[in-house]
């Protein structure tokens, strides 16, 4: 049995959502600004709006690998502090160390760049770069106090 409509212009068209125009207002608004424990909630109701989470939830994930992060860089600092001083050339080393850092925040922002893209995996972008520091600067502590 086919069931007929009509067709016509209507001037009112409801339809039952829990959607408001402040929540559409509020999905617009950069992760950074809203609190972090806040953001899963938000994801789910963005993800059933339809609207794309990809900046939120990279943003959730980079924020939980902060400490990971963090774990990494102290290391290494420790990868150039074990080194003995009596060798000279500890201003090297300290520039070396301080240019290091900085490449690995630059791999680490390219990395967040890739994932908002979404050329790799959300959680591949905001946890391989912290995982690889830390890595990277326990091989290099062992190799160094091994050697």
């Known amino acids: 049995m086919q069931e007929t409509s009509d067709i016509g212009q209507f001037d009112d068209l409801r339809i ?27 994801v789910r109701q963005l993800d ?25 860089m102290v290391m290494l600092g420790a990868v150039f502090a074990v080194r003995p001083s009596r060798f000279g050339q500890a201003g090297v080393l300290a520039l070396v160390a301080v240019l290091s850092g900085f490449v690995l925040f630059a791999l680490k922002n390219v990395a967040e760049s890739l994932g908002e893209a979404q050329e790799v995996p959300v959680m591949m972008a905001a946890w391989a770069p912290p995982v690889a520091i830390l890595l990277m600067t326990l091989a290099m502590i062992l190799h160094f106090e091994d050697g």
Do not use: C, N, Y
């Open 16 to 42: 039952p959502t829990d959607l408001t125009s402040d929540k559409i207002i509020e999905s617009f608004v950069s992760p950074e600004r809203m609190s972090i424990w806040k953001i899963p909630a938000f």
């Open 48 to 72: 059933q709006s339809g609207f794309s989470t990809v900046r939120h939830r990279l943003f959730f994930q980079a924020q939980l690998s902060v400490p990971l992060m963090l774990a990494g």
